[in-house]
């Protein structure tokens, strides 16, 4: 179980539901536009829900993701053991604690991460992934804008594919509330709620 929990974690940090919700209208301007601002929303919490998939098991949890510049704070709880698991990076590294246990360790870069745990993912990523943004640093092999031009709509980064099923408006913010990321036979299906941005 722990094995299963840490790999939900660091699928969070790399990268259910109802109907879908109707195609949003697209955001007023342009995809560069839309992308500044969110690259300038750097405070912000998402509560949602994260389901984990590979060849090997599938498990879902409750999430909530508390983001405040390059600080990470997930907290995950649900059903068959999952409780009261915290998540905390400054992308270079991480420390996840659940109970009276916690494992720390150096996530600045994908060699480290695979040799502490065999997953090479991007953990510095994911903040600006779930915001709708690809993630600097890494190049982007692929960006696709929905029909409007304002919205991402399929990303691939490092390999991984970001897929956005679905956007809602957040004050004055659209943002996306439904993604699945992608590579190999490792996916992560995000659903996001609700988003609070401070001060708006």
Not at 3 to 15: I, P, V
Not at 160 to 174: G, K
């Amino acid at each position: 179980m722990y094995r299963l929990l840490l790999a939900g974690a660091l699928a969070l940090l790399t990268a259910c539901a109802g109907p879908p919700a109707r195609p949003p209208e697209a955001a007023p301007g342009s995809w560069a536009s839309h992308a500044a601002a969110l690259t300038a929303l750097q405070v912000w919490t998402a509560s949602g829900k994260l389901g984990l998939r590979t060849s090997d098991y599938a498990e879902s949890a409750s999430m909530q993701w508390r983001q405040r510049g390059e600080h990470t704070l997930v907290q995950l709880s649900g059903p068959v053991g999952i409780n009261a698991t915290i998540i905390e990076s400054d992308g270079h590294r991480l420390a996840l604690t659940r109970g009276d246990e916690q494992r720390s360790w150096d996530v600045s870069t994908a060699d480290a991460l695979a040799q502490e745990t065999g997953w090479e993912l991007p953990v510095t990523a994911l903040p600006h992934w779930l915001k709708g943004v690809p993630a600097p640093g890494l190049e982007v092999q692929l960006l696709e804008l929905d029909a409007g031009g304002a919205l991402l709509q399929n990303l691939r980064q490092n390999d991984w594919e970001v897929r956005y099923e679905d956007y809602a408006s957040f004050s004055s913010y659209t943002l996306p509330t439904r993604l699945k990321i992608q590579r190999g036979a490792t996916s992560a299906r995000v659903i996001i709620r609700e988003w609070r941005i401070p001060g708006s």
